[in-house]
């Protein structure tokens, strides 16, 4: 069987600079080897074509293919390891990589280290159970997005958008420069997840309403979309009876939230998180399984690329020391959890005799949105620091590195505990 | 006098703008804003609104079929936004393609470049 020193299952974002950076740590190019699905690197990015990545990595706003490419550069020029229509089937604990690919055939290859990199999937009509038809012209907003960005192609004419989040009012505007008639966005929430940048540049610049506490509760036509019917909904996110308005059109965009993509790590058993649905890590990005880490959208979905690339670059970092012997000893391990409206808190566990310094940052996503509150960070109940926050949203994925005193508190600690107040 | 609201759309912050105009159309203040770039958008906004386009056209010869992302490399006309659409479907460019090569120069004349986003290797 093949050995690698480090494999990396995904070639967007996460992948190319976890791979970026093991070579950086010392990983020779041609020991690292990227396993990409698609025919091309770049993930996701190679649909995202509109502009606005970028801003924190490199100071300016670039398109995805720009922000994708800037790294693909550099994998190339250091040849890298990649192979692409590559699909791989099978992760075990004891970090044997199976998979497929038309020039490759069927291969197993032994890793030192792997880091996850997979992304996300959208989350569909099935999982929203809609009432009514199964016609053609039902489409998540991704998917609509690849046919329109990559391949070309418009997928309807009448279109009616079910979620307002940033990738729904993104295709609102593809669609409407496209020659589409985009007749409404609707959000079952009374507020929308995307940036406000997004709904003036999106929606406002051409006229296309969005209807809040809306959503779609039935579908209608036999071998293509006819119509929907849309309702209003109350305070409990459900239709309000006689509300309901039947809309002619010949398309429906799904942008209802993004699913981390772990078939994978399951099937290795990596111990996931219930709440982002990616798996659980300690500050460098290692799952429950020695030598296998975890970075992106895999991990938890991110609303800036920047990020994935800064948690990316730790994973390959990691990885590498792990295939080195240069990571440090395991010691007690503390839990991180979230509480009074802190959803969640990655990483889930950090280790006390690991290398935490001041850089080491804990990301978290509030449940509502709240006003002017205190975000405090505890060690077993005992209160180290509190940041006070005007604007809170679930959105807008928060953050905060640690301080010399919480990591004092964490050495001797059980579990940290970020919570509003 | 009137106050007009906009949202900025410079970062992902989105300031909330608002501008004092006179009977004229005469720009008497702007607020809102938490950098500069924010007032000289909503100035714009006022009297000269520009978008970047980011957009696609088709490309011959390409390793994978696919079409090219494209974008100006600055604001056009945003009353011009379906005027360059029209004429980004007449574009086809010839594989190989450089990520950062300019497609159009002076792109409907707005004094912007069409450029590609993506470099695309030929068969």
């Known amino acids: ?136 012209g039902i489409y998540s907003a991704g998917t609509a997005q690849r046919y329109v960005n990559i391949d070309g192609y418009l997928p309807g004419k009448r279109v009616v958008i079910l979620g307002s989040g940033d990738i729904g009012l993104i295709m609102a505007r ?83 939230g993004l699913l981390p993509e772990n078939e994978l790590s399951r099937e290795a058993g990596i111990v996931l998180d219930s709440i982002t649905g990616g798996a659980q890590v300690d500050e460098t990005m290692q799952t429950s399984i020695p030598g296998i880490f975890a970075c992106g959208n895999v991990l938890h979905v991110h609303d800036l690329v920047d990020f994935v690339t800064k948690e990316a670059y730790r994973a390959g970092a990691s990885a590498a020391a792990y295939v080195t012997g240069d990571a440090a000893p395991v010691g007690d391990v503390l839990t991180t959890e979230g509480k009074n409206g802190v959803r969640y808190v990655m990483p889930q566990k950090l280790n006390a005799q690991g290398n935490l310094t001041t850089e080491t940052t804990l990301f978290f996503r509030v449940d509502n949105i709240y006003r002017d509150r205190a975000v405090v960070l505890s060690v077993d109940g005992r209160e180290i620091f509190r940041r006070k926050k005007r604007f809170l949203e679930p959105g807008q994925m928060e953050s905060f590195a640690l301080t010399e005193d919480a990591i004092a508190a964490i050495r001797g600690g059980k579990t940290v505990t970020v919570a509003l107040d | 006098m009137s106050m007009i609201k906009k949202t900025c759309i410079v970062c992902p912050i989105g300031c909330h703008l608002e501008a004092e105009v006179d009977g004229d159309g005469k720009i008497l203040s702007i607020s809102g804003n938490t950098c500069r770039r924010g007032e000289a958008y909503m100035r714009d906004e006022l009297t000269d609104p520009r978008r970047t386009l980011t957009s696609t056209v088709k490309v011959d010869g390409a390793k994978y079929d696919r079409y090219l992302p494209v974008k100006t490399d600055g604001g056009i006309s945003k009353g011009r936004l379906f005027e360059a659409m029209e004429v980004l479907a007449k574009i086809t460019v010839t594989a190989p393609v450089r990520r950062g090569d300019v497609i159009v120069e002076n792109f409907l004349g707005e004094g912007v470049s069409l450029v590609a986003g993506k470099t695309v290797d030929s068969e």
């Not at chain 1, 791979?19 to 690292?32: C, F, M, T, Y």
């Not at chain 1, 020029?77 to 229509?85: F, V």
């Not at chain 1, 006229?207 to 209608?220: A, E, K, Q, R």
């Open chain 1, 174 to 256: 593809r669609m409407t420069l496209e020659g589409a008639k985009v007749l409404r966005v609707c959000e079952l929430m009374p507020y929308s997840g995307g940036l406000p940048r997004n709904i003036a540049q999106c929606l406002d610049d051409f006229d296309i309403p969005l209807y809040l506490s809306h959503t779609v509760t039935g579908i209608h036509g036999k071998e293509r979309l006819e119509g929907v019917t849309v309702a209003k909904v109350g305070d409990d996110r459900r239709p309000i009876p006689g509300t309901e308005a039947d809309i002619e059109c010949d398309t429906l965009l799904l942008s209802v």
């Open chain 1, 1 to 136: 069987m093949e050995n690698k020193k480090i494999i990396i299952i995904g070639g967007g974002p996460a992948g190319l600079a976890a791979a970026i950076e093991a070579n950086n740590a010392g990983i020779a190019p041609d020991d690292i080897l990227i396993l990409e699905r698609d025919r091309e690197l770049g993930g996701i990015l190679n649909q995202c074509i509109h502009a606005g990545f970028g801003l924190h990595m490199f100071g300016e706003e670039l398109t995805g293919p720009e922000y994708a490419g800037r790294f693909i550069d550099i994998v190339k020029e250091r040849s890298i390891g990649y192979l692409c229509d590559a699909m791989v089937l099978s992760v075990t604990a004891d970090r044997e990589v199976t998979f497929v690919s038309p020039t490759e055939g069927f291969c197993r290859v032994k890793a030192g280290a792997i880091v996850l990199a997979m992304g996300c999937r959208e989350r569909t009509r099935g999982a929203l159970n809609i009432a009514g038809t199964r016609p053609a």
